[in-house]
Structure formats: C-alpha cells, structure tokens
C-alpha cells in the first residue's frame, strides 16, 4: 500500500484546503511530520484513517471532525489517493455536517458521503462504488486489515507500544487478539466447554436419575408396617449395584405380603355380606309395620270429613232445582244492563251538549225531552245557512286587507333600504376621499425613494465597517498582551542564557585554577604566581548553555512574530476607523435599520400606486350607482303608500257587515261550522234520550218474568233462586269431590285390612339399628382389608417397576459418565485449566503466542541493528503462576553480557528502541498474515525525544532510513529538534489564530 496524495478541507485543525503531495515525499523515502505540540500533526494521520475506514483512530474519542474555523461554505471533506495491490484509487469523504440551507438563508443538516474511484494510468477516473457499505467491502477486501490493525502497523503509536512491551499478559492479549484473528479458535474453546458443561449436566442428570428411583423406592419402603420391610443401604445412591440388590430382596417381601392381605380381604367380604343379610330382614320388617301403622291414621282421617260430604250432596240438588229458571234470570240481567248503558249513554249527549253551549228544554221528563231536542236541530241548520251566504264577501275582506299589508310592507322595505344606500353613500365617498389622499402618497413615495436608498446603503456600509473596528480593536489588545508577554519571556530566556553562559565560563576558570601550582605557569597568561585563583563554582557544560541560547532565540523570534501581527491589526484598525468615524457601533447599526426601515415603507407604498388608481375608478362608479337607487326607490315609495290608503277605506265597510254575521266567531266559516255542529249535537241527544227511555221498559219486562219463575220452583224470591244457581263446570266439581271421598274410603278399608300388615302389628318392633350397626362394623373391617390388601399390592407393582427403571439408569449412566470425563480434558486443556495443561494457555493464547513469537523474531532483526547487536526481542512461555493463565511474556537478551532481562528494566531510550522495533515487527507480520498487503507507506509517531545521546540516534535512524529499501516511505512524526536538523524532507504543520497550515520543507542537514 502506497499513498499518493491527501487533500483536506475544513478538516479538524485545517479550516481551509491543505494538499499533501507523498509521491515528493516518497522520493526522500524519509520525511518528518513536525510542528508545535497540538498544531495538527495527528489529524492528517486521522484524515488518512478516516478517508479508508470512515472513523478516525478509536484512542482519540473524536467525535466532531469539521474544523471549527472554517467558513459555513467550505465543507468538510478529505480525499485519498493510494495504490493497493497495484490498483490506485481514490477514496472521497464527507462526513455529516451542517451546511447553509438552499432556501430560507438558515443552516440544514447534510448527510456523509462517499466516493471510491480507479484511476487508471491515462488519468481516466472510474466509480467503483457510492454507498458507505459497499466502499466499506471494497477498501476491506483490498487492505485486507480492519481499522484497529491499520492503525497499528501503518500508523504506528510509539506510546502505545512502549505499553505493550511493559504490560502484563492480560493487557498484552486484547491487544493482540485486534491484530491476529483467533476467533475460531476461540470458538472452539466455547465449543469445546460447552460440550464439557452438556456432558456434565447429562451425567448429573442421569446420576439423579438413579438417585431419584432410590429415593422412590425408598418412600415406598416407608409405607409398609413397619419392621416388615428394611430401609435402603447408606452408600445405595454412590453404589448402584449394592441399590439394585436391596430393591430386589424389598421386591420379593413385598410379593409375600400382597399374597397374605389377598387372603384376609375374602374372609372380611364374607363377614360383610352375613351382616348386610341380617339387616336386610330386619329393614323389611320394619317397614311393613310403619306401614300397617299409616293405614289405620289414614282411614280415620278420611272418615273424619263425611260432614263435608254431606253438605255438598245439599247444595248440588238445590242447583239441580233451579237450572230450568236460569234463561230467564240470565235475560232480565242483559236488559237491565242494557238499560243502565242506555241511560249513561243519554246522561254522555246530554252533557256534551250542554259543553258544546246548545240551548237545552228543561229535562224534568225524559219522554218529552227528545221531540224539543228535534225541533232545536232544525232552528240551529236555519241561521247556519243565513251566515254561509255572507261566506264569499269575508273571503274578499281577508284577500284585500292582506294586499293592502303587503303595499305598506314594500313601502316599508323601501324606506329601510333608501336609508341603508344613503349610509353606504356616505361611506362609499369617505373612501374616495381616502384613495385619493392614498394615490397622493404613493405618487410621492416614488418621487423620494431614490435618494432613500442611497442614503440606506451609505449607513450600512458604514455599520459593517464599525463591527470591524470593534472586532479589531479587541485583537490589538489581544495582541498588546501576547506581545507584552512574549517580550518578557524573550528577556527571561535571554538572562537565563546569559546567567548559564556565566556559570559556565566561571566553572572552566574554576578548573583551570584547581590545576595551577606555584611556580608554574598559567596555561592561559603564563604566570608563575598565582596571588587570586578561581575559586570552585557549579559545574554548567555546554549543552545546557547551548539549549539556552536555542531557547532565547526561539523565544526572541516569537516576539518579533507577535509584534509584525501587533502592527498588522494596527494597521488594519486605523483603516477600519478611517472609514467608520468613532461612532458607537449601536448607534451606526440603529441609523442603518431606520435607513432600511425607510426604505422598505417607500418601496411598499410607491408599489400602491396602481392597485390604488384601480380602487379609485371603482369606488366612483360605485357612489354614481348608489345615488341613482336612492332616486327611484323615493319615487316608488309615493306611489304604493297612495294605492295602499285608497283601498284600506273600501275594505273598512265590508268588514262591519261580516264581523255582525260572526257573533263572535273569528270567521264565518267558523261561525257555520258552529251552528252545524250545535245541531248534530242536538240530534244526537234525542236519539239517545229516546233509546234509553226504550231500553227501560224492556229490562221491566224481564225482571217480571224471573219472577214468576223462582216462585214455580219453590225459592221464596228472585234473590234466593239468583244464590241456588250454578254453572255447568262448579255443579261437576261438586259430583266429583262426593264420589271422591265415597271411593277413598273404600280403598283406606281395604288398605288397613291387608294380612302382611295385620301379621307384621302382632310381632314385636323390628331391632332395626343393632343390625345396622352390626352391617356396618362389618363393612368397616373389609375396607380395611381391602384398603391393606391395595398397598401391599400397590408396593409389589411399584417395587417391581422401580427395579426395573433402576436397572435401566444405570445401563443409561455409564456411557455418559465416560463422555463426561473424556470432554472435561479435552476442554481443560483447550481452555488453559487443568494439570494436563503445563503452560497454563487456552488455545487461542496459544495461536496468539506463536504470532508474539514471529513479532518478537522480526523485531529482533531491527532492534539489533539499532543498538549495535546488544539486545534482542524473545517470545517467553513461562508458566503461569496460580489460576492466572500465561503464554504471552516477552523478555530482553542482553547478548553484551549474556543475561535475560525484563523489558522493565530497559533505559528510556532503549525502550523506545525496542517498541520501534517491536511495531516495526508487528507491522510485517500483521501484513503478512492478513494477506501480504506490501506496506509501502509506514508513520512512526513519537517517542524520539528520549533517545539520550546522537550515537543512539543514529543507530534509530539508520533502521528507518533501511525501511525504503524497495521503495518504503517513512514519516517520522515529532516536535524533537534534533529531528529537524536530521531529517531534511520536512511537513510542516503551523499553528495559527484561525487554524492550522501544511507547508513542505526541505532543510539541508547540519
């Protein structure tokens, strides 16, 4: 994997667009990615993860990638050139990101996007894919490494591995089980383990079996009497045979005792049925005597009601005396029922009529009443006729007095509606009067806006220019303190220096005074006395005083940086105040909005002009409509009140001649209907009055008649013949009760005469209960023996099938006891537990430390280069200590002096030596082992600044600088300064207030 180029845009630290050119780097095979601590350094790395994997590295806990400097405008994007496996593509990333909305003028949320592209040798450009998962496949199945492993061996974390060699095993393995996939060794460990804890749980399950019909037969044992059978062994449910042997032996015992409580339930069942016999016969005695007894109670009790009978046999013949007189009773009771009906009926019109205020005769006799009820009629039918003529003269008053109302409404309405168009005249010319003055305004609105608008776009300016004044003079004060403050630190570093150069120079004339002795010379000044030697100061060498003066200079060029931008913004300021003024900024904004204001009023009403002419030309032809409706409507008011009064007076004459002939009645179709209802009512009464008067006298007749009947049949009066009188269905019932209690008493003689009862009453009572209760003690001991002869049977049935399920769980146990234990070792030792395990190591460990071994021997390769052959990187298996497991140790060969150390042990720059060397050798294998992906391109990130001295240095540099052997490209990422003088192919990443710049550098070496 090669890269070629990397563009950025409002990335992280870069809020503008950066291009990274690595074909120029990859000619230096070497390069250095410097700048200040937190410039940026790392985020290209992070574009470079991002760009293949769509996430920066896991340890940096980014979560917002667009550059907080950059414009809203500028999206947030990098774009990736690499060749993988001799294919250059272009990866083309967005993530989501706020970006100014297409309307409205407000912020939307746009999506992540992504674009993989061949480029092919011509130039040309090909899309391969534009969705997130099918880019993500594609780049996957070219590197062939997840992102943890990509940021491991390509982009190799000094720090971290620095950790790696010192952690112990349990935070050594996670790491590598991201670089190395074990997983399918790790899923046979599970497997494995969870075959041991299936076998293990069917092995108890099957051992519980046998426990479970030892405890059953057992619980069985319990219900036998007791001493009859044993109880099971102590060690039945750990011995299995000895278990079989005692169930059998309880299994022959308990068929002895079915046998025996066989033989006591039959003689119980014989016992039994004597007992049941014997009060059989007694229970048939007795009953025949109550019975005997019954009958005697009932015949005394049915002779006891012969009176009833009597009286009844009295009361049927009195009924058969009087039948032959019923007809005539039943006839005079319908005519004296009709007659009482007759005259409610002439009672009813009579009272109607007198509701209905007919004029009635006097009612002293009703045989007169009804011819003076005739002639009533007929006087009422002659003056209904008499108002029926004047019938069509009230129809014309009626029709007339409503034509005259309906003129005087329309005149009405005409006055109503001639007010309401006088008010909307008025109205209407208020509102030319207003349109007018409207037109006016809108003429002028135009005239002036003009020079409104120029007037509002010089105070706009002037306020944009006042906010950056402002904003500018906040700067310069920002930047008087930064460089009040660098100055100081420059003054500081310079005496600093200058203190050290004095203590240095004092320490080497303290040596060369600790060397003089007398009479001899000076090394300096030849002298051969030596009356005031230097006296012994603190020792300052060289170095320290040459990272002073280093330290001086930087801290002077940072001065001067920050005084060229003090005058800039200086600068800046006394332009932005030339074009402002010293206007308060609220008070230019406040004069651009009332300019603004203005001119928004202006425009709206100058935009009225038109739509106001229009409404103008409307309401006038509006109010010369309204004036002449309210010209006719006064016209048409005059005629039809004068038509109106004209014949409201020849309707005032008929209305006198029809309100005589109604006497009162709302109309004389009412006053008709009056007086012909009056003589209905009047007809109807005669006929009734002479119905009743006809009805009376029949009802005579009848009562004379019954009466002349019940004396033939020898009743003392109507009333006594009216009481002996029965229906057909009361004069049956009587016959039958009489011959009901003749043939009861017949059948209770009988009954009471009978020999089996008369015999039963000369014995003596029957002992009912003794032979009861003897029955019943006899029932009670075949229960016993029945329900003794059911257990013991019930034990035998159980016993046997237990057996037999015994025998047959111990048959199921032993295979499966075996196949416990064979998987219990085969999962021990997969998972590192157990003594057939001496290392202590699960397989995938076990995979993992052959991995750590090819690490370690790849390192080796480069760690000797590095120090001159002394050390080198060896994969330890010691076994682990207690239940901890163990397999992933490394340790140090000292081959100067042949001894085995601890990484731990190691010097700071040794170690950071070794780690480079380790994630060199991790690199390779993690290559390797993923697909032989060539890694052309390789970051070493860090560290640099604890190797102590340049021969270290160089030994470190020489093994990068034979990492490009076959074309590899080695970016060094550091801040050391030493680095810079050493490496002279140079990516520079400037901080700044608005962000960071990438700048390409190359020095040449000191």
Known sequence: MRLHRLELRAFLAFPAREVVDFDALNEAGLFLLTGRTGAG???????????????????????RLRSDHAELDEPTEVV??????????????????????????????????????????????????????????????????????????????????????????????????????????????????????DAVRAAEQAVRAIRDVVSAAAHVVATAPEGTLAAPPLDAERDPAAAEGWLSEQAVVAEAQATTATEALAQSVAAREAAEQAHATARDLHERQAQARAAAEALAAWEARADAREAARVRRDAARAAAPAQALVAAWEDRTARAAAAAQEARDALAAARAADVPLPALDDLATVAPALGALADRLRTDAGGASALLPIEEQVESERLAVDALRRRADALARERTADEERLRTARAAVADLEARDRDAQAAGDRLDALRETAGTAEVRARDAARRDALEEQVRTAQLDHTDARERAVAAREAHQTLLRQHLDGMAAVLAARLRDGEPCAVCGATEHPVPAHDHASVDADAVEAAARHADELTAVRDRRAEELATIRADLAAATGAAGAAPLPELRAAAETAAQAVAEATATAAQAGAVAEQLGERRTAVAALEERIRAAAL?????????????????????????????APSLTARVASLTQAATTADEAASAVAAAVRATGEAQDAQDAAADAAGAAGFDDLPALRAALLSTAELAELDARIETYDTGLVERRAASGRPELVAALAQPP?????????????????????????????????????????TAAIEHSRPLLEQRALLTDLAELATGRGAANRLNMSLSVYVLAARLEEVAAAATDRLLEMTDGRYALEHADDTAKGRSLGGLDLVVIDHWNGTTRSPSTLSGGETFMASLALALGLADVVAAQTGGVRLETLFVDEGFGSLDDEGTLDGVLEALDALREGGRTVGVVSHVGELRQRIPTQLRVERGRNGSRIRAATTLPA
């Open 41 to 63: 350094k790392t985020a290209i790395l992070d574009a470079i993860c991002f760009a293949l994997y769509g996430q920066v590295p896991g340890t940096r806990g980014i979560r």
């Open 766 to 806: 029957a002992a009912v209960e003794a032979s009861a209760a003897a029955w019943r003690g006899a029932k009670a001991a075949e229960g016993e023996a029945l329900a003794l002869r059911e257990a013991a049977v019930s034990r035998r049935g159980q016993l046997r099938g237990l057996a037999q399920r015994l």
């Open 80 to 197: 990736l050139e690499l060749t993988v496996r001799g294919r250059r593509l272009r990866v083309t990333r967005r993530p989501e990101q706020e970006r100014r909305a297409l309307r409205g003028g407000g912020r939307t949320l746009a999506k992540a996007e992504v674009r993989l592209e061949a480029v092919d040798p011509d130039g040309s450009v090909a899309l391969l894919a534009n969705r997130h998962e099918e880019v993500g496949q594609e780049l996957q199945d070219a590197l062939g490494m997840t992102r943890d492993q990509f940021c491991q061996v390509v982009l190799l974390p000094q720090g971290g591995f620095q950790r790696f060699l010192h952690a112990p095993t349990k935070e050594r393995e996670p790491l590598l089980r991201e670089l190395f996939d074990v997983a399918r060794f790790g899923d046979l460990e599970r497997w494995l383990d969870g075959r041991r804890v």
């Open 636 to 664: 048409e008011h005059a005629a039809l009140t004068a038509d109106a009064d004209a014949r409201g007076a020849a309707l005032e004459t008929d209305l006198a001649r029809v309100r005589a002939a109604r006497a009162g």
